[in-house]
C-alpha cells in the first residue's frame, strides 16, 4: 500500500523559505510521478509542481515558477518541494501526490495522496 507522509510546513513571513518533504513508500516508484498540490480556504485544488522519479523531469505552475523547486532523493524516497520568496498568495494546505500515469496536473489521475500540510505566509 502506497503511503505518503508530509512535513515541513509552518508559519513564515513573506519573503522568507522553507522546505517540504514526502515520504514515500509502499513500493518501488521508478517511473512514477510526484506531484505537489495545494489548497486555500475556498478555492479549489491545485497544482504547484511535479517530477517524474527516473528522469527527474519537472513541471511548475507558473505562480511558483522561479521561485519553487521540486526536487527528490532516490535514497530516502523523498520528494521535496523548496519555497523561496513566499507570498501571502502560497498560504494553503500543501499535499503530495503520487501516480503510476505520466506526468499530468489534474488532482483525478493522482490516486494517492498524503494527509496534507500547512503553510501559512503572513504579510
Known amino acids: 500500500q502506497v503511503q505518503l507522509v508530509e512535513s515541513g510546513g509552518g508559519l513564515v513571513q513573506a519573503g522568507g523559505s522553507l522546505r517540504l518533504s514526502c515520504v514515500a513508500s509502499?513500493?518501488?516508484?521508478?517511473?512514477?510521478?510526484m506531484a505537489w498540490f495545494r489548497q486555500a480556504p475556498g478555492k479549489e485544488r491545485e497544482f504547484v509542481a511535479g517530477?517524474?522519479?527516473?528522469?527527474?523531469?519537472?513541471v511548475y505552475a507558473n505562480s511558483v515558477k522561479g521561485r519553487f523547486t521540486i526536487s527528490r532523493d532516490n535514497a530516502k524516497n523523498t520528494v521535496y518541494l523548496q519555497m523561496n520568496s513566499l507570498k501571502p498568495e502560497d498560504t494553503a494546505v500543501y499535499s503530495c501526490?503520487?501516480?503510476?500515469?505520466?506526468?499530468?496536473?489534474?488532482?483525478?489521475?493522482?490516486?494517492?495522496w498524503g494527509q496534507g500540510t500547512q503553510l501559512t505566509v503572513s504579510s
Open positions: 509502499g513500493r518501488t516508484f521508478s517511473s512514477w510521478t
Open positions: 501526490a503520487a501516480t503510476a500515469r505520466p506526468m499530468t496536473v489534474m488532482p483525478y489521475e493522482y490516486p494517492y
Open positions: 517530477i517524474r522519479w527516473t528522469s527527474s523531469s519537472t
